[in-house]
């Protein structure tokens, strides 16, 4: 006939075929308009964080700053069983909000009003959580971390289900067993509300290992389309907004101290040190690409529950720094070695654990590997050195990272040759 051709619709396409090429984002219709919430492709060329994304990130600033303060606190008075217990329970709750909401994101992030509405609810959640990380730390007292928490988890329900509305079989049946599970965890965290102080640890325990269940049961019927680019550039970024926050807290007790005392001899080798330790975190993280190494969830649940010690040490170094200072004009108790051990312990968790989880998987020959183990024991070597001990870290911390380049660059030579 010789009227007008019709525009190919994809109807066609049968159940199971991309309707576009692989390796290329599903078009949309437009940031304005809604849209059918379907995995995005797991080989999408050019998938990078977008600006909600690092808006999201930005709010858990104050809620890693609090947990931090508390931690330096409850440290500080010598209250080491509280203060640690105390800081690892609540930096879980902030840790496992923003990993929820980032491997969600990577398989199924539309970008459109609904989700972006969505996702804003959830970042008040966060705000609403931080607002009550003190008076969970210090009274046990968790119905506004609770509250904060129920904010985000209707959030995050409410996107599992428009996810399962907009897929079909295993896939529907995973994102179902998602809603379902965070939902049931939500519900085992009243607990904490309603049963005595004493049993708050037992209940945090339960909950938290059946929160950690929840995605390896979930993934049994159909693994999410999360990419590997994007979630390890996500974990980078965070890595960084936690890093940040450690030089920020550090940067503020050396200024107190300063306005106080007026004395540099005893403040210049523990803001150089602190800051060296920074920077050679930063630096030790992302020598090596990880993305190559997260095939599948064998590799990134390993790879992603791991982090709860990379992002937890990392945070709290700024606490040991704060702790450090103090020390050093009489403002706590603690021994100087106690109080170097609060900077020099996380900072050898740290190595250890971004080595185990995330770097040896780079690494080539028992020398590379061997480089950031042995500067953890180093590192904690520091916690003896007296007054030096923050800078000594420092300077263990800087040699690792010469180390590490050397050997690098010796294999790249041996290879090119």
């Given at each position: 006939m010789g009227g007008i051709r019709r525009p190919r619709s994809t109807d066609h396409v049968r159940p199971g075929r991309p309707a576009f090429p692989a390796g290329r984002p599903r078009p949309t219709r437009g940031a304005d308009v809604p849209v059918r919430m379907?995995?995005?492709?797991?080989?999408?060329?050019?998938?990078?964080?977008?600006?909600?994304?690092?808006?999201?990130?930005?709010?858990?600033?104050?809620?890693?700053?609090?947990a931090g303060r508390q931690l330096a606190h409850a440290l500080a008075e010598g209250h080491w069983g509280h203060?640690?217990?105390?800081?690892?329970?609540?930096?879980?709750?902030?840790?496992?909000?923003?990993?929820?909401?980032?491997?969600?994101?990577?398989?199924?992030?539309?970008?459109?009003?609904?989700?972006?509405?969505?996702?804003?609810?959830?970042?008040?959640?966060?705000?609403?959580?931080?607002?009550?990380?003190?008076?969970?730390?210090?009274?046990?007292?968790?119905?506004?971390?609770?509250?904060?928490?129920?904010?985000?988890?209707?959030?995050?329900?409410?996107?599992?289900?428009?996810?399962?509305?907009?897929?079909?079989?295993?896939?529907?049946?995973?994102?179902?067993?998602?809603?379902?599970?965070?939902?049931?965890?939500?519900?085992?965290?009243?607990?904490?509300?309603?049963?005595?102080?004493?049993?708050?640890?037992?209940?945090?325990?339960?909950?938290?290992?059946?929160?950690?269940?929840?995605?390896?049961?979930?993934e049994r019927a159909r693994q999410t389309t999360w990419h590997p680019h994007h979630i390890a550039e996500r974990y980078g970024l965070f890595t960084i907004i936690v890093l940040g926050e450690t030089v920020a807290a550090a940067t503020l007790a050396v200024q107190a101290a300063l306005d106080e005392h007026e004395e540099l001899g005893s403040l210049l080798p523990i803001a150089a040190g602190g800051l060296l330790v920074v920077f050679c975190a930063y630096w030790i993280y992302f020598a090596v690409p990880i993305h190559l190494h997260l095939r599948s969830n064998r590799q990134a649940f390993v790879w992603g529950y791991g982090h709860y010690l990379v992002f937890a040490s990392a945070a709290a170094v700024g606490a040991g720094i704060e702790i450090a200072v103090a020390q050093a004009f009489g403002k706590t108790r603690l021994s100087t070695a106690a109080a170097a051990a609060c900077v020099t312990v996380p900072a050898a968790l740290f190595m250890f654990t971004v080595w185990l989880i995330h770097s040896r998987h780079q690494k080539r020959g028992p020398a590379q590997q061997l480089v950031l183990p042995v500067s953890s024991v180093l590192v904690l070597v520091c916690t003896f050195a007296g007054r030096w001990a923050v800078l000594a870290a420092g300077l263990v911390a800087s040699a690792t990272v010469a180390v590490g380049v050397t050997l690098t660059a010796r294999q790249g030579t041996a290879l090119a040759e």
């Open positions: 379907r995995a995005r492709h797991r080989d999408e060329a050019h998938r990078a964080a977008t600006p909600l994304e690092l808006f999201f990130d930005l709010c858990f600033v104050v809620a890693v700053a609090q203060g640690v217990s105390g800081y690892l329970m609540l930096f879980f709750a902030v840790w496992w909000a923003w990993m929820n909401f980032s491997w969600f994101s990577s398989a199924y992030d539309t970008d459109d009003p609904l989700y972006r509405v969505v996702t804003l609810v959830q970042m008040a959640g966060v705000l609403i959580l931080a607002a009550g990380v003190p008076r969970a730390f210090v009274r046990s007292d968790f119905t506004v971390i609770w509250f904060g928490f129920l904010v985000m988890r209707l959030a995050m329900v409410a996107q599992w289900l428009r996810a399962a509305l907009g897929s079909a079989g295993a896939e529907r049946r995973t994102a179902l067993c998602y809603a379902l599970g965070v939902t049931v965890c939500q519900v085992g965290w009243l607990g904490l509300l309603v049963l005595p102080r004493a049993d708050v640890p037992w209940v945090f325990l339960v909950v938290a290992l059946l929160e950690l269940a929840v995605p390896v049961l979930a």
